[in-house]
Every structure is written in C-alpha cells, then in structure tokens.
C-alpha cells in the first residue's frame, strides 16, 4: 500500500560524443597490444595484410610448365599438367599500439618525484591520497613522498572553479600538477590518476605527454535528452511478455528506465503547471517513464493515496476545481513529456476511498469494511466494478498517460479487472503498461511487478522497507548466478517453482515511497551496478540520481530538493557519473535492451576479476561486442585488478584482433589478439563500477 564522477576529463566533448566516436575508432586503430604503455588514442591505422594469393596458371598449367604449354597438345596427353601449389592463408597481422612520448614516473620500484599539497588537500583529500599511495604500492613497490626537493614534483593545488579539475603534465621539467576547486573535485581528480594511469600501467607508472586530461564541469555537462524517443500512442509496437504469447506488452518497456516522482514535494516541481521543469530535468538524465503519485483529489486528511475516488484530480495541483478543466491540464502534462520522449504512468488505487468521499453517500453499496482506516471498495458488487473499470479507462484515453502502476495489486481488485482494463483500451486502439504493485503471476493483466527483485526468502517486502538493502549490493543475491536461475525475481510464491525468473520483464527497484530510509546516498553500485547496467529495468524514487539522503522518514512525505546538484559539488559530481551511465545504457541498445522471453535467458556472464571478487563481476553482450562491468565492494581494497575477457561466453565468433575501450573515459586500453588484450589491468575505486567495451575487429 502506498502509504503516505565522471571520471573522464576533456578526452572528448561530453560522452556521447566520445561514445559516438568508437565507431570512428574501428577505422582509425589498426594498432594495439600489450598495455605497458596505455594510450589515450587509438593509433593511425596500418595497411591490412595482403590477401593469400596463389601463383598464376593457364589452361595448359601452372607456371613451371611454361614450356610445355607452348606446344600443341595431343589428343591423347601422356602426363596430366600437375595442380598449382596452394600457400596456406596468411595469419592477420596483430594490431599493436603506437609509442607515444610518456614521463616515467616510477620505474624499477623507483621514483624521483616529491609531492607537494597545496594549503587544504593534507586535511580535505588525506583518504584519497592515501588510497593512492596504496595503488601506486600495490602496482609498482613504491610512491612519491612528500618533500621540499629539489626534483620533480607531483602538486595537489586547490585552484579553479570548484566543479573544475585538471591533470597537467611539463614535459621540459617533468613535474605533474592535479588542480581542482574544492575537495570532492579533487577526489575525482585522484581517482582519475589512478584509474587511468595506475589503471592501465603495468610494471612502471608512465604519463603521456600530449594528452588533455581537463575536466570543465560547464562545457561537459551531460545531456540525454537527444537520447530518447516517444514510441507510444499511435507508434505502439506489441511484442509477446511471455513464452505463452498471452500477454502482448507495449515494446517500448524494452527502453524503459523508471523513476517515482511526487510532484508536490520535488523543489522543481509542485503543480502540474510548474512542473514542465522537472520533466526536462528527467529527460536530461536519461530517464525516460515518470510514475506519477496518485493525482487524485485527496479530501479532508489524504495524501493522495488517500483520496477521494479516480473520478477526481486535485485541484492543488491542476490549479482549479472545475474537474473537466483540471484533467485537460494533467493532458497538456502528459503531452509534453511525450514531446520529450517520456512516458507517464499514472497511480491508481484500487483499496478504497476517504471517509470523507462524497461516493461513500452516494453509493454506500460501493463500499464495505475498512482498508488503511477508511472505507474500503465492496468489490462483488458488479455495478461499483463497472464503473471503476470504466473511470479508469476514461482517464487514460482523457489524458493520453501510458498505463497505470497499481496500488495494493493483483490482491485488492484482481486480475481479471486491470485484464478488462487492458482490454477496453485495446478495443479503442490503446496500448497501456499496467505495473502491480506486489508479485504476481501477471496472466493476461500485469506488464510488470513494481518490485521484481526481492528474496522474500530472506525478508518481506514490508521489512525491506523499513530496513532497505540492495539485494545484489549488499551480498544477497548474485548477479549472474541468481539472475540465470530466477532466484529472488517475481512473487513470493513463484520463485521457489519452475516459474522463477521465467517472464520477460523484471524490475530492480532500488528505492520508492514507502521506504523509510534511502538507501543509494551516492554509492554507485547500487544504482550502477545493480540497476542501471543490470539486465533489469531500473526504478528509483526521486532524488537517488544525485545522491539525496533522508532516514526515519516515510520517503513520500520527505520534500526532495534538486537544488542540492548546484549547491553540494558531491551530489552534482554523482548525478552526473549517474547520467554517464544512462548514456552508456542508452547508447548500447543491442546489449542493454535485450530482453529474452525467459528472462533467465538474459544476456548476462561472468568475469572473472583477479583483486576484486566479493561482487559478481559481469559482462552483458551481443554479436561482436561485450561491455564488462567491474565492481568494487570491498572498503579496504586498493581497487587493482586484472580483468579477464569471457570470449567463450560472450562473442558468437573469433576475431583475428580484439580492442578494449574505458567507457568512462573513451580511453582506448589495447588492442590485439585474444590472448594479448585477456588479462588487462584495471584499478576500480571503491563502490565505483569499471566498465570497459571489447570489440571484435574482423580481418582486414
């Protein structure tokens, strides 16, 4: 019941532009390899290797029989002209990576650098900094020390704008400084060294030259809106939800990436008028189906799941009493978040009315019993059952939304009404997403379950949200493992049978209303890892993608101020790595928007990460790529890895050279052969994700 860093600096202009750029890559970088010496770029290519050929012939035979082909031939031949030898196919040349002009930093378990902080950083960046003595530990025996020297420095500097940090390299002194504006840039700015130069450095630590690594929060500032597209309406593709084709599911539930959205407690939101912002700032995100909290006139002592019947809108949020006008306003709403690309699903509550309802005098038969301390829908009675039923179409037709997320079902009015629901709308050419609240067995009803995975062999939904958890974060269930065998999806009562994981579309909430604390406060494998880059499809409350935090509180009646991104560099640092995200998602369509009838058919595998194992590691794949996504969970690991590439489960076929891509960055790591790129180094902060792209590159 509804109760009340981007890593990456100026590699590129904003990700999609370096994700849009990799197809450039696979003409340009014919070269890679061993990744001693990372590169920033991939290298100019090198001519393809000439194809096998074999040695001109005439009809009288091959060229060593020259002679005797001049000579007229018999009419009874004595010998049989012999065959032109055969070569044997020439093996494709492996691609290696073009040298770039490098300082070394440590060589030999060596350094002769010293650092230098600035005023502040010993205080604001000690952890961070220590974590990166760690690293460089760990990797190559040694770190440059603090000290007065002489020699060349490595400087941590506070200066620029506080969003802004930079990585600057002086190759006629060699000294290396890292500036950034405040402490939570800095951090960035450290993990960036690390990652990407501790990252892929293997037994000495060596800095190009020539690259740019400058972070200018302004000019990089991600915007997904270009990303999304409205294919509902009239544009409304059908596809089978389950094996049995019983259930036919609107197509676009393929892209959809949810959040729960109340408008009257989001700061850039408020009524439906005010609120055009707010649909703007999800479509920037990457987000693009709203469930709306229940607009319905809420009486004396509702809150919108308390209300006084569907019929209804609140005025507070429509701006007027007069009811027709105010549906006419929720249309305008819906019709420019369409216009947007996103979706809207509109709550519905099927448990019963205020007591305050002037239904309740009206049609006193409608009603019987208490539900939630008010008066609960008498549900045999067949005149109140139409008229629902038929109040709940008229609000979808009235204002075009996309279908309903369900309050208390499939357990309170049933199945066969949403499935009647569902129908009528069809009949008229409409095609809704309908989302149960509870786990259910769907039938000819229910797209989805609002909480697709919940162990409730280890708690109940309403312990969950006291005392949330991260079922894959927090070590209840496994990745792969669990989502191959369906453990942990769907009804309660299903994920002990056959029918475990068996449907097509699952959800990962990872927040709604009814919790009473949050729970991702920034950690991005609970929003990364376990949401966004899991084949599920990802719904969180208002507020998670950057980072909000509240505890002891019902989440529905906390206000959620997105003014927090501009004012806490923190939070604005995390929405932002979490729009990096959704870019990535929505960019690899063919791997992030598979989704197999059998849900346990998923395209999903392990990987195998020597240093960081107390996550499952994975890698999500199709036709001749795979992006691998690298976890780290564990507080006092240092973050180095090797990463090993599931060729076997993850490419349907071999390739004469592979190149491995940093996401984050647009960082070309190497290329070459299987066995060359296999076993490539990483280094993955804490609750940070890697996430690397292996292409195949076919023979020239």
Same mark, same amino acid.
């Given at each position: 019941m509804g109760r009340a860093d981007r890593p990456g600096p100026a590699l590129r202009a904003g990700l999609a532009a370096a994700l849009l750029t990799l197809a450039a890559l696979l003409l340009l970088c014919a070269c890679g390899g061993n990744h001693t010496n990372s590169e920033t770029e991939a290298p100019s290519g090198t001519a393809p290797p000439s194809e096998p050929t074999e040695p001109e012939a005439t009809e009288a035979g091959t060229p060593e029989d020259t002679d005797k082909a001049t000579?007229?031939?018999?009419?009874?031949?004595?010998?049989?002209?012999?065959?032109?030898?055969?070569?044997?196919?020439?093996?494709?040349?492996?691609?290696?990576? *073009?040298?770039?002009?490098?300082?070394?930093?440590?060589?030999?378990?060596?350094?002769?650098?010293?650092?230098?902080?600035? *005023?502040?950083?010993?205080?604001?960046?000690?952890?961070?900094l220590a974590w990166l003595w760690q690293v460089m530990d760990e990797k190559y025996g040694t770190h440059p020390a603090e000290g007065e020297g002489d020699g060349k420095t490595v400087s941590f500097l506070f200066e620029g704008n506080t969003r802004d940090y930079a990585l600057t390299v002086d190759e006629a002194s060699g000294n290396i400084t890292v500036t950034a504006g405040c402490a939570a840039t800095m951090k960035k700015a450290i993990q960036y060294f690390a990652t990407q130069?501790?990252?892929?450095?293997?037994?000495?630590?060596?800095?190009?030259?020539?690259?740019?690594?400058?972070y200018v929060y302004e000019e990089e500032i991600i915007d997904n809106s270009s990303l999304l597209s409205y294919e509902g309406g009239e544009k409304t593709v059908l596809a089978p939800s389950d094996e049995d084709g019983v259930l036919m599911t609107p197509a676009w539930l393929d892209?959809?990436?949810?959040?729960?959205?109340?408008?009257?407690?989001?700061?850039?939101?408020g009524s439906f008028q005010e609120s055009y912002d707010l649909i703007d700032f999800y479509?920037?995100?990457?987000? +693009?189906?709203?469930?709306?909290?229940?607009?319905y006139q809420r009486g004396a002592g509702g809150n919108g799941y308390g209300n006084i019947g569907l019929h209804t809108v609140e005025p507070a949020l429509t701006g007027t009493d007069n009811m027709e006008e105010g549906w006419a306003v929720v249309k305008e709403f819906v019709d420019y978040a369409h216009s947007k690309g996103v979706y809207i699903l509109l709550d519905i509550v099927s448990w019963g009315t205020m007591k305050s309802a002037p239904l309740l005098e009206e049609h006193p038969d409608w009603f019987s019993g208490e539900a939630w301390g008010n008066a609960a829908f008498n549900w045999r009675n067949t005149d109140f059952k139409e008229w629902y039923i038929s109040q709940a179409v008229t609000n979808i037709l009235a204002t075009g939304a996309d279908g309903y997320r369900c309050d208390c079902e499939p357990f309170t009015a049933g199945y066969e009404v949403f499935a009647e629901i569902r129908k009528r709308l069809n009949d008229q050419g409409v095609y809704p997403v309908i989302m149960s609240e509870e786990g259910g067995w769907r039938k000819n009803a229910f797209d989805c379950e609002q909480d697709g995975v919940l162990d409730y062999s280890k708690m109940t939904r309403g312990q969950l949200y006291q005392n949330p958890v991260n079922f894959f974060v927090d070590g209840y269930l496994k990745m792969v493992t669990n989502t191959q065998r369906g453990r942990g999806l769907g009804a309660a009562d299903l994920q002990s049978k056959r029918y475990a994981g068996a449907q097509r579309y699952y959800t990962n909430c990872i927040t709604n209303h009814d919790y009473q604390r949050r729970d991702v406060c920034g950690n991005r494998l609970k929003i990364g890892y376990a949401a966004i880059y899991a084949p599920y499809i990802p719904?969180?409350?208002?507020?998670?993608?950057?980072?909000?935090?509240?505890?002891?509180?019902?989440?529905?009646?906390?206000?959620?101020?997105?003014?927090?991104?501009?004012?806490?560099? *923190?939070?604005?640092?995390?929405?932002?790595?979490?729009?990096?995200?959704?870019a990535i998602r929505r960019t690899y369509t063919d791997i992030f928007q598979y989704w197999p009838l059998c849900h346990r058919d998923t395209n999903i595998c392990e990987v195998t990460v020597?240093?960081?194992?107390?996550?499952? +590691?994975?890698?999500?794949?199709?036709?001749?790529?795979?992006?691998?996504?690298?976890? +780290?969970?564990? *507080?006092?690991?240092?973050?180095?890895?090797?990463?090993?590439?599931p060729f076997a489960d993850g490419f349907a076929q071999d390739y004469a050279n592979y190149r491995v891509t940093d996401l984050l960055t647009g960082r070309v790591i190497t290329v070459g052969r299987a066995d060359t790129v296999d076993g490539f180094s990483a280094v993955v902060p804490y609750q940070y994700c890697g996430v690397f792209l292996v292409e195949g590159i076919p023979a020239q």
């Open positions: 000579e007229p031939p018999t009419e009874e031949p004595t010998e049989t002209p012999t065959e032109a030898p055969t070569e044997a196919p020439t093996e494709p040349e492996e691609m290696t990576m *073009e040298p770039k002009t490098t300082l070394s930093v440590i060589a030999d378990g060596r350094t002769d650098y010293t650092v230098r902080l600035g *005023e502040g950083v010993s205080d604001g960046n000690a952890a961070d130069f501790c990252g892929y450095s293997d037994g000495d630590l060596r800095i190009d030259v020539d690259g740019d690594y400058r892209t959809a990436v949810m959040v729960e959205v109340r408008l009257d407690t989001a700061s850039i939101g479509a920037a995100t990457g987000v +693009n189906v709203i469930w709306l909290t229940p607009i719904l969180w409350y208002m507020g998670d993608e950057f980072g909000a935090e509240a505890t002891h509180v019902v989440l529905y009646d906390r206000a959620v101020d997105f003014g927090l991104i501009d004012s806490d560099p *923190e939070k604005g640092i995390f929405y932002e790595d979490v729009k990096q995200m959704l020597d240093g960081l194992d107390s996550l499952e +590691n994975y890698a999500r794949f199709a036709g001749d790529h795979m992006i691998l996504v690298v976890a +780290n969970n564990q *507080e006092d690991a240092s973050g180095v890895c090797t990463v090993h590439i």
